[in-house]
Each structure stands twice: as C-alpha cells, then as structure tokens.
T-cell receptor, first 112, second 115 residues
C-alpha cells in the first residue's frame, strides 16, 4: 500500500504570494490532517478534513485554508505569504476508527 | 487544557547505552490516546506506538519499550542498546477523542547516538 504523498517537496516563494500544497492520503483513508513544523513552535495542528468537510481547526489565521476532494486528496492554501510561514508542512492520513496518523514526507516552504 | 511536555530538548549517548526519553502530559479527559513518533533527518514522522488511557500495561517492541504511568501522567520511552540509526527527533503526542480529537505534540527530544 502506498504511503502518504505530498507535492511539491520543496518550494520557494516571496512575501505576498500565495501557495497551494497537495496531499494524497493512503488509499482508503478519508481523514487528512495538516501540521506546520517550525523550529520555534514545533509541530502545530492546522486543520483536519474528513469526507470533504473540515472537522477540526487549529489556531491559525484565515490566510491558511484547505479543502478535500471526493477522492480524499487534500490541498492546503496559504495566501499573502509572510516570512514566518517558512516551515515544513506535514500532512497525515488515518483510517476510520483508527487513531494512528501516518505522515507524508512534508513540503518545505521557504518564504523570502 | 491539553499539553505535552518533553523536558529533554537534546540528549547525546554513546552507542549501546540505554536511553530514556521523558514525556509528561496534561488532560482533563479520562479517555485519551498517547503516541510516540520518530522523525529522522529525512523529515517524515514515523509512527511508533499508540496507547489508550485505559491500558497501563507497559509495552516492549524489540529494543523499544514504553512505560505508561497515569499516576504521574507520564509516558516514557526507552531505547535499549542504542544504535546510530536511532538518532532522530522523537515526539510524544496526545489526543482526546471525545473532545476535538486533534493530536497535540510535544516539542520533541533530539537524540544523538554517538558511535
């Protein structure tokens, strides 16, 4: 079974731009969560999608948004990028009635 | 409120030594899950173990063992006979399925195994 995949793996953007990151969960998994990892703040929960609906949301500004498609693939969008948005963005999927989240390799975003 | 504390920011041990990574958690719920994840230099988080709040049995998996003590709200992780490949950042995490079910991570412990 293929694992969680994330594209792109690396991204460089400039302040003010917007970015879209993609995540494909493990086949059969309907829950997709997104996390931001920075040296200062550690791993912080962004949001979780289940069956195309946002089920949970972390404490991030509205510039961070996401969506999930009918095939469970998810995208995360960050608008008006700031330098502080530079981070590793990790996506995780899990199956129903399962509490193990399986993570993708992440997208490393650098904002200059 | 949910909180996970990993007081050890960084640990270095010589190969073959045993090492214990500490994790202390806070929760108001009686039903919760605890996790350990490993993050090697490649960046991908690797799931190691999940433990629910009703199961205080310690667990051993090869060189890895976990000690869950509700009385002290701790879920410590021990690596026996450490190897260089164990070098990574280790995260302890908590989720409350009856609340919002999101996973809250500790800040992580960076483990260096020296040859």
């Amino acid at each position: 079974k293929a694992g969680v995949t994330q594209t792109p793996r690396y991204l460089i953007k400039t302040r003010g731009q917007q970015v879209t990151l993609s995540c494909s969960p493990i086949s059969g998994h309907r829950s997709v969560s997104w996390y931001q990892q920075t040296p200062g703040q550690g791993l912080q929960f962004l949001f979780e999608y289940f069956s195309e609906t946002q089920r949970n949301k972390g404490n991030f500004p509205g510039r961070f948004s996401g969506r999930q498609f009918s095939n469970s693939r998810s995208e995360m969008n960050v608008s008006t990028l700031e330098l502080g948005d530079s981070a590793l963005y990790l996506c995780a999927s899990r199956g129903e009635a399962s509490y193990e989240q399986y993570f993708g390799p992440g997208t490393r975003l650098t904002v200059t | 409120a949910q909180k996970v504390t990993q007081a050890q920011t960084e640990i270095s041990v010589v190969e073959k030594e045993d090492v214990t990574l500490d994790c202390v958690y806070e929760t108001r719920d009686t039903t919760y899950y605890l996790f350990w994840y490993k993050q090697p230099p490649s960046g991908e988080l690797v799931f190691l173990i999940r433990r629910n709040s009703f199961d205080e049995q310690n667990e051993i998996s090869g060189r890895y063992s976990w000690n869950f003590q509700k009385s002290t709200s701790s879920f410590n992780f021990t690596i026996t006979a450490s190897q260089v490949v164990d070098s990574a950042v280790y995260f302890c995490a908590l989720s409350e399925p009856n609340r919002d079910d999101k996973i809250i991570f500790g800040k992580g412990t960076r483990l260096h195994i020296l040859p």
